[in-house]
């Protein structure tokens, strides 16, 4: 079946910290690719989002690339903000199928001044 | 222009009881999506209009949960003798389809 697998949180930094937060999947054929993230006391909000093999997703100084040979989507920012604190999501959209996206467990992000 | 929104907020009930919980979708668009995010976990797809039809329920637990969207607009999922098992954050979404998915604020229930 599809699945995302994310690193273990919670990740802790200080301000200007470079990130990553690792991401795989399974799934069949090419499925589309997102990160979502959701700030405390709100809803959840797409970051960015690949929809083919190469593809970069960047928002906000955060940048994904769609690695389809090893089956990744890690999420990285070259220097975090305190406000980048959240809960980060990612997630696929199965090739082919229902709309249904299918998450990670999330990675809590705190950064610190 | 407003979002997703959801009602209740929070509801509290009690184990056996009925509950009912409310999604207003973007203005227009056509397809709209309930999940439940658990303690910890990532959000677990639960049912998918497209229009006024259920597409996809293969999310749904079970038949004590049951939803509806009988104008292609707001979306109602409903719960029958509810359980401790059950409490959760209750999240909407809407999209114009194959695209971006806008969510809602969630609705946190608690079966006591």
């Known amino acids: 079946g599809n699945s995302v697998t994310q690193m273990e949180g919670p990740v802790t930094l200080s301000e200007e910290a470079f990130l990553t937060i690792n991401c795989t999947y399974t799934a069949t054929g090419y499925p589309s690719l997102f990160w979502y993230v959701q700030y405390p006391g709100e809803g959840l909000q797409l970051l960015l989002k690949a929809t083919k093999a190469d593809d970069k997703g960047s928002n906000k100084g955060f940048e994904a690339t769609y690695r389809k040979e090893t089956t990744s989507f890690h999420l990285e920012k070259g220097s975090v903000q305190v406000s980048d604190s959240a809960v980060y999501f990612c997630?696929?959209?199965?090739?082919?199928?229902?709309?249904?996206?299918?998450f990670g467990k999330g990675t809590k992000l705190t950064v610190n001044p | 222009g407003a979002g997703v929104s959801q009602t209740p907020s929070n509801k509290v009930t009690e184990k056996g009881k009925y509950v009912e919980l409310r999604c207003d979708p973007i203005?227009?668009?056509?397809?709209l999506y309930w999940y439940r995010q658990s303690l910890g976990q990532g959000p677990e797809f639960l049912i998918y209009?497209?229009?006024?039809?259920?597409?996809?329920d293969s999310g749904l637990p079970n038949d004590r949960f049951f939803a509806v969207r009988p104008e292609g607009s707001v979306s109602t999922l409903k719960i029958q003798r509810t359980e401790r098992g059950d409490s959760a954050v209750y999240l909407c979404a809407s999209s114009l389809g194959f695209d971006e998915q806008f969510f809602g604020p969630g609705t946190r229930l608690t079966v006591l």
């Open positions: 209009f497209q229009g006024t039809g259920a597409a996809d």
């Open positions: 997630a696929l959209y199965p090739q082919g199928g229902s709309e249904k996206l299918v």
């Open positions: 203005s227009g668009h056509t397809a």
